[in-house]
């Protein structure tokens, strides 16, 4: 049975779906659930933060679990709360353990010494970013790392009109074949975060220390709000992602967009 959205029954904190999936893409989704586990007490925050955009991305597990179904990608995933740690930065990066995110504290993260970080980084970041390298190296040289987020339509109490945001680091291949052929939506180039924000450390940590293409997908999270829009919006990523691969000229996309 599957779960409801970002929650989880067990202790692990990196999980693989579908792990002998056969498309050169490897699915990551770092900010999948909300789940705080218990030894945190909440983080000491209060209930409506708890399962907002501040502690998970919602609507990207979603849509990356449905994405994983059509392309027969392998996804990995985190199985708690940004909040805990977000394993989209580095442990040396403060917003790894944000003391305060938009308009919330977190008095949890406040104060925290260098063992703190360093048992946490240990705990949910290691294991985290050791998954992704064994699933990549099991894919070879032709893996193709692709990382599903997603975004509030109001931040800091200012509207975002870009819907899904396309973006890259130094390695710009995929995501210029993605603008190629992507459409129907206000589609932008590193929007509504960039390379400068921090937010490509896993395409920096895995995919540009091997050479390989990736991208990172932002997702406006209105429009990916029921399982009805996730599939869709997973739909129209699959054709995007294997007409930019097959531009790219690799050829397990090819057949699969057959």
């Known amino acids: 049975m599957q779960l409801p959205a970002g929650t989880f029954v067990d202790d692990d904190v990196v999980r693989t779906a579908n792990p002998g999936g056969s498309h050169p893409v490897v699915l ?4 999948a659930s909300f789940r705080i586990p218990p030894q945190f007490h909440d983080l000491g925050l209060r209930s409506e933060a708890l399962t907002s955009h501040i502690a998970w991305d919602p609507g990207a597990m979603e849509t990356a679990q449905a994405l994983s179904g059509l392309l027969d990608a392998p996804l990995v995933y985190s199985t708690v709360s940004r909040l805990v740690y977000d394993c989209n930065r580095p442990p040396e990066s403060n917003a790894a353990m944000p003391a305060k995110s938009e308009i919330y504290s977190v008095p949890g993260n406040s104060d925290l010494s260098a063992d703190d970080r360093q048992l946490r980084a240990d705990t949910y970041y290691r294991p985290f970013e050791k ?3 064994e699933v990549l190296e099991e894919h070879g040289s032709g893996a193709v790392l692709v990382t599903l987020h997603s975004f509030t339509p109001v931040y800091n109490g200012v509207s975002r009109d870009v819907e899904i945001g396309v ?18 939506f206000d589609i932008r180039r590193n929007e ?12 920096r940590r895995h995919a540009l220390a091997r050479g390989l293409l ?3 997908i932002e997702i406006r999270n209105d429009l990916v709000a029921t399982p009805e829009q996730c599939a869709a919006m997973a739909s129209r990523l699959a054709d995007w992602l294997n007409a930019a691969l097959v531009d790219l000229q690799q050829p397990q996309a090819r057949e699969t967009a057959k």
């Open 131 to 133: 998954r992704i390298g």
């Open 192 to 203: 509504p975060y960039g390379p400068g924000d921090g937010v490509t450390h896993t395409l």
């Open 167 to 184: 973006l890259h680091d130094t390695d710009a291949r995929l995501a210029d074949a993605m603008l190629q052929v992507a459409g129907g």
């Open 28 to 31: 990551v989704c770092e900010h």
């Open 214 to 216: 990736n991208v990172m």
